[in-house]
Nanobody, 121 residues
Framework: VQLQASGGGLVQSGGSLRLSCEAAGSIGSIVEMGWYRQAPGKERELVARNIRSSGSGTDYADSVKGRFTISRDDAKNTVYLQMNSLKPEDTAVYYC??????????????WGQGTLVTVSS
């Protein structure tokens, strides 16, 4: 399974961006879709994730709650991250992550290549 992320770029503080990530390959079912980010000199951190299962839910990092929204389109094997009210501290490389089952019902976990988001002050 391969993930292709897009949508990053340069935006002014207070602006918005929408990231997309599409999975391709031998996919049976995608259980978890999420976004992580890594700023220069820092470790990769969870931004938002959605788990599709009984009692499924969505988690957000405290720093993005109320500003970012994760959504998914299972028919397209795609996850989105709508980012509003962006701040300079949101500047990072954003990575999508998916986990689930291949068409042969083997577990998989995959990462996208990363897309750079730069927020200017």
């Amino acid at each position: 399974v391969q993930l292709q992320a897009s949508g990053g770029g340069l935006v002014q503080s207070g602006g918005s961006l929408r990231l997309s990530c599409e999975a391709a390959g031998s996919i049976g079912s995608i259980v978890e879709m999420g976004w992580y980010r890594q700023a220069p000199g820092k470790e990769r951190e969870l931004v938002a994730r959605n788990i599709r299962s009984s009692g499924s839910g969505t988690d957000y990092a405290d720093s993005v709650k109320g500003r970012f929204t994760i959504s998914r389109d299972d028919a397209k094997n795609t996850v989105y991250l709508q980012m509003n009210s962006l701040k300079p501290e949101d500047t990072a490389v954003y990575y999508c992550n998916m986990g689930g089952y291949s068409a042969g019902w083997y577990n998989f976990e995959a990462w996208g290549q990363g897309t750079l988001v730069t927020v200017s002050s």
